[in-house]
């Protein structure tokens, strides 16, 4: 049970994030803290966050948002949901405001993209339907296997229930890109594992996959530590970041602890193998891999509209 805690929001609504990839539309995040409790997530770090079982919902988000749009000069192509946090929450106030939101801002033409690994209700998936050429979808599915998804995601919808929300949305007719990301060095990043997720995702006609493995700072590993109660899964999970990469992320300018360089390469080349055989083309999400790759792996989809984007370049 995740305790609601109602806060007004101060500064305007339609910000850009601090990551690159996400800098030309505004990014908004209804909540501080999110329910799906992933202990790999960076923003349980972030000073708003209230703490785990608790989150802080920005109620007064539709109220801002119909004063500021009417307001700008230029209206933003689409609205990212939400860089650290999650729009669909199993949380019935997070829900009702997600609803709402994508229906004012879709009603004004103004394209939504999202990144989830929630269960959309029926009532959000049908309005998303109704309006499919002004969404992008992404789905974070880091892996089919139950177990260390209920370990590591447990507020999370279960692998199925996202598997069958990619293929409603493709059937939709909207843009869904799937994020492999995070993959778990160690948990999933072997063989069987990449290639069950691929052949599923080849099944749905997914063309495009944007992956990466996790990072870490010192509170993530402690939070692994502490929440994953499989202490064999934590450790096989954190031994790949000892010793890591320390990086810069793009944009955010944060540091964080990766995988060694030759270990991401290895487990790209290997993802991006198994991809290719069922025509699935990879990005690399650069602001985390800056020593890898060039260029975005669209998280945001493409609001400008511009259809000659440059592919991504890996220097691999
Ligand atoms: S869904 Fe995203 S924001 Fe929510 S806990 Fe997981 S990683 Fe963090």
Known sequence: MTEVLLARRKAAVLAPSQLACLAKIPTVNLTAGCAHNCVYCYARSY????????ITLYANTLEMLRAELPRKRKRPPAVYFSPSSDAFQPVPQVLELTYKIFEFLLAQRVGVAFLTKGKIPDRHMN?????????????GLTTRDERISRAFEPGAAPPEARVAQIAALRQA???TQVRLDPILPGLTDDEETLNAVFATLGRLDVRDVAISTAFIRPSIARNVRHHVHDKKLAETFLRHYNPGAKLTMHGAGTSVTMPPAATRKAIYQRVRRL???????IKICTCKNGDLATDSCHIAGNPSGKSHEPEQRTLF
């Open 127 to 139: 309005l998303l339907k109704a309006h499919a050429p002004n969404v992008h979808a992404g789905i």
């Open 173 to 175: 007719g909207i843009d």
């Open 47 to 54: 000073s708003q966050n209230p703490g785990r079982g608790r």
């Open 275 to 281: 991809a290719g055989r069922y025509g699935i083309a």
